[in-house]
């Protein structure tokens, strides 16, 4: 168990409506990621932390920001939702200890937009 | 583009066979290499990753790695059903970013 938590583990929402996920560590890892899971697409970056405050755009982040405010936490927000922003959203940690690149991930948030 | 490849499959083995997994990526300049595990409706499940060219075991599993071929593969001795899952690789460059191939889903057939 990496420490992660996802919040909500569940939602349901209606297109237009902004949404927030957000990711809790309990281990100060310094790297925080966002993917999303789609079938026939596999796990797909859309942003990632490198520290408080320190944020960058990964392959798919059009429609999504993220912010850093502290270690522990980092939120993704759907600014306003769209039918093709359902998904199954995953965080992951890395950089635990030196150059480890290793990413562990958490139980993720299904998201449903209707 | 970077891009990382793996049969979709299914893959099917029977019980105590070994199961190969295969997996190819386009940058040359990847570093870093890992298999996740991934059951239905979980989240993936680091079970190995490796650095170096060569073979690097740890219990059941085996992961091999050529850069020159741009290749990397995990083989599953003496396979188990409880190894039914999605298994997925991953590629880092020099941005601590991974790539995903699409994964490969394996059944063990008891």
């Known amino acids: 168990d990496a420490g992660i938590t996802q919040s909500p583990r569940h939602k349901v929402t209606e297109t237009g409506t902004p949404v927030t996920l957000r990711c809790h560590q309990t281990?100060?890892?310094?790297?925080m990621y966002w993917y999303r899971q789609d079938p026939g697409h596999g796990l797909r970056l859309i942003h990632y932390?490198?520290?408080?405050?320190?944020?960058d755009k990964g392959e798919v982040s059009d429609g999504y920001s993220v912010s850093r405010s502290k270690t522990e936490d980092f939120l993704l927000t759907l600014e306003s939702a769209t039918s093709s922003q359902t998904s199954v959203y995953f965080c992951?940690?890395?950089?635990?200890?030196?150059?480890?690149?290793?990413?562990?991930f958490g139980p993720g948030t299904r998201l449903t937009v209707t | 583009q970077k891009e990382v490849e793996q049969n979709s499959g299914p893959l099917s083995v029977p019980e105590g066979a070994i199961a190969s997994l295969n997996c190819t990526y386009s940058?040359?300049?990847?570093?870093?290499f890992f298999w996740y595990r991934q059951y239905s409706g979980k989240s993936p499940e680091l079970i190995m990753f490796?650095?170096?060219?060569g073979d690097k075991e740890d219990g059941r599993f085996t992961a091999q790695l050529n850069k020159a071929s741009q290749y990397v593969s995990l083989l599953i001795r003496d396979s188990q059903p409880s190894d039914s899952a999605t298994y997925l690789c991953?590629?880092?460059?020099?941005?601590?970013?991974?790539?995903f191939g699409s994964g490969t889903q394996l059944t063990v057939l008891p």
């Open positions: 992951a940690i890395s950089g635990t200890s030196g150059s480890s690149y290793e990413q562990y």
């Open positions: 281990e100060n890892h310094r790297y």
């Open positions: 932390s490198y520290g408080v405050k320190d944020t």
């Open positions: 940058d040359r300049g990847s570093q870093s």
């Open positions: 490796i650095y170096s060219n």
């Open positions: 991953a590629v880092t460059g020099s941005a601590r970013q991974l790539t």
